[in-house]
């Protein structure tokens, strides 16, 4: 074994004997981190990973029975709660459930959904077909929840699919996205999010979204743009509208490094961006070749850019 | 049994604040705050004493994992923030001790440590969120799943093994890795 995998190895014993309640070796913990900055950097990435990865599976992990009549609670604080894109913060060490119990417990316990999770890794696409025919279209690196007792219901949890809706005015589709709640209202729809941002572009017909109380109904050849402080109306053209789905990338006015993501749900490459041109804007249409390592040179061409390719992927440059 | 404004819950954990708090800045250096850790502590126990939490049975458990999560908020608003600015793949050599590169920048390297956790089936992914979702300590996980207590250890080591990308060795005990 390498020294770097013995050190993975170290810090996956640290970070499970660190989340049993009983664990009280935390003068040993700081020695074994501030033994070598590595140790830190890996117990670092580490913890974030398994954080994230931990609030993914939790938000779709049936409520464990919680005794109301708990006494002491181990669990941390929960002002990581406070942060509005997070719906559940999860510690690290001891009783997720106990810090968030009446969370978990009211909203899974007394809703009926069997939710399932369908992941895309970075380049790879999935349709699926929902009973009633309605079909959507995941994006690379997507994860989508969808609910075995509801076929008119799908939750995008992060990236991007496009919906082909067969219409039912009497049991209407829903999508959940983040803390807003779409409503088909006869349509053709794509739908983009990452942490900061949610897109909501409409081919054909009306989407009705909600979020907070409010409510607006976006058209075909509109978009709606979503950030944590604001929610933005514009024009669109219908024919952009999911055009990633024909191999067309669309973009208009978008910041290089929103671009870079985009390419990089599309490819499966790891794209780079030097902060110089990080917020460049780019009117394009990238055409995605069968091949996508033949896309540096069109990148090239249509950017104005340089594209040095490493082994860990591509980064944009400046052309000069 | 919420203990609001209780004064035997402000001096216990109060107590064990003052009494640790260097400690919580020695943990918080380690955990790669740098000279921000007096500061941190400070924010940490501002936090804490607004917080209404009811009686808390590890006082000093509390502290390090309350230190530890913010950290991890740290970490990642850093790497957000190096994303929105552009970040060169390459050396991203950064002030503190070690590189923002290091830490995992992408949504999709989390992606795949999902699915590679779920590729392990269910009662790995059920081992993992009883231990790390409800806390539920390993022998009670054991108890309740109907399982050996080194059943649900190898469980949580592969879990973990996975999450960090480290190759699955299910098959035959090779408990060091040696194939890698």
């Not at chain 1, 700081?30 to 990435?45: G, I, K, P, V």
């Not at chain 1, 049991?171 to 779409?182: I, K, T």
Request: glycine share 8%; aromatic share 6%.
């Amino acid at each position: 074994m390498t020294n770097e995998q013995q050190r993975t190895h170290q810090a996956i014993d640290w970070l499970i004997r660190q989340q049993d309640p009983a664990f009280a070796d935390w003068a040993a913990l700081t020695e074994w981190l501030e033994a070598d900055a590595a140790n830190s950097a890996e117990f670092a990435r580490l913890a974030l990973v398994d954080a994230e990865v931990a609030e993914s599976v939790a938000a779709t992990a049936p409520a464990r029975q919680i005794d109301r009549n708990e006494g002491a609670h181990a669990g941390a604080p929960g002002w990581l709660w406070e942060n509005a894109r997070r719906r559940w913060a999860v510690p690290v060490g001891a009783g997720l459930a106990a810090a968030c119990a009446l969370f978990l417990v009211s909203e899974q316990v007394t809703s009926s959904r069997s939710l399932y999770a369908v992941v895309t890794p970075p380049g790879v696409r999935q349709n699926v077909m929902l009973s009633g025919g309605t079909i959507l279209a995941l994006n690379g690196g997507t994860r989508m929840m969808l609910d075995h007792s509801d076929a008119r219901f799908a939750q995008l949890v992060d990236g991007e699919a496009s919906f082909d809706v067969v219409h039912d005015a009497a049991q209407p589709f829903r999508v959940e996205v983040g803390a807003a709640q779409l409503v088909d209202l006869g349509t053709r729809f794509n739908i983009r999010k990452t942490a900061d941002v949610t897109e909501l572009e409409v081919a054909e017909g009306a989407v009705q979204y909600s979020v907070k109380g409010a409510s607006v109904r976006v058209d075909a050849g509109q978009e709606l743009r979503a950030t944590a402080n604001e929610v933005r109306l514009a024009k669109v053209d219908r024919s952009a509208v999911g055009a990633w789905r024909e191999g067309r990338l669309v973009f208009d006015s978008e910041p290089l490094a929103d671009v870079a993501d985009d390419l990089s749900r599309n490819t499966g490459k790891r794209i780079s961006v030097d902060r110089r041109i990080a917020t460049m804007p780019v009117t394009a249409v990238v055409q995605m070749p069968r091949n996508f390592d033949d896309l540096p040179p069109q990148l090239e061409k249509l950017f104005g850019i340089k594209v040095r390719s490493t082994t860990k992927g591509w980064i944009l440059t400046p052309s000069d | 049994m919420i203990a609001r404004g209780d004064a035997r819950r402000s001096t216990g954990l109060k107590g064990v604040y003052f009494a640790h708090r260097q400690d919580l800045v020695r943990f918080l250096r380690a955990r790669g705050a740098g000279d921000a850790a007096d500061d941190l502590v400070q924010e940490l126990w501002l936090k804490l004493s607004q917080a209404k939490v009811g009686p808390i049975a590890d006082p000093l458990g509390y502290l390090y994992r309350a230190a530890s999560n913010l950290m991890i908020e740290r970490h990642r608003s850093a790497v957000r923030r190096e994303r929105r600015e552009g970040e060169y793949a390459a050396d991203g050599r950064e002030d503190g001790d070690w590189s923002l590169d290091q830490l995992v920048t992408a949504r999709q390297e989390i992606v795949r440590a999902e699915q590679r956790l779920r590729a392990l089936g269910e009662r790995v992914l059920r081992v993992f969120v009883m231990f790390r979702v409800d806390g539920v300590p390993q022998r009670d996980i054991a108890a309740e799943l109907g399982i050996s207590l080194s059943a649900v250890e190898k469980d949580l080591q592969r879990a973990y093994r996975a999450i960090a990308g480290l190759r699955d060795e299910a098959d035959a005990g090779d408990p060091d890795g040696r194939r890698l």
